[in-house]
Nanobody, 120 residues
Framework: VQLQASGGGLVQAGGSLRLSCVVSGRNIDTRSMGWFRQAPGKERELVARISWSGISTYYPDSVKGRFTISRDNAKNTVYLQMNSLKPEDTAVYYC??????????????WGQGTLVTVSS
């Protein structure tokens, strides 16, 4: 299984980015998917989760109302729309398969991630 995240970059505070994650080697249409981030010196944290159908989503308070996760199962792709970005959103962002209703990754599939840098 390979996960190719893209769409990161340098953006000013208040700006927006849309991340994409293309999964190959496995169909994700029956899998919950999550976006995680890891800032320097910090642990990896879940920032968004979406059920296999796309009906159910979850966001921690730190990003709720600013981030939106979506998916296109036909393209085996997951997206993360990030608006009103803050400097504290600076991190490497990863997507992966997660256990339904949890923040637990499954299978240890991470990919290389995509770097998001938000300047103040």
């Amino acid at each position: 299984v390979q996960l190719q995240a893209s769409g990161g970059g340098l953006v000013q505070a208040g700006g927006s980015l849309r991340l994409s994650c293309v999964v190959s080697g496995r169909n994700i249409d029956t899998r919950s998917m999550g976006w995680f981030r890891q800032a320097p010196g910090k642990e990896r944290e879940l920032v968004a989760r979406i059920s296999w159908s796309g009906i159910s989503t979850y966001y921690p308070d730190s990003v709720k109302g600013r981030f939106t996760i979506s998916r296109d199962n036909a393209k085996n792709t997951v997206y993360l729309q990030m608006n009103s970005l803050k400097p504290e959103d600076t991190a490497v962002y990863y997507c992966t398969i997660v256990s339904p209703g949890t923040a637990s990754p499954l299978g240890g599939y991470w990919g290389q991630g995509t770097l998001v840098t938000v300047s103040s």
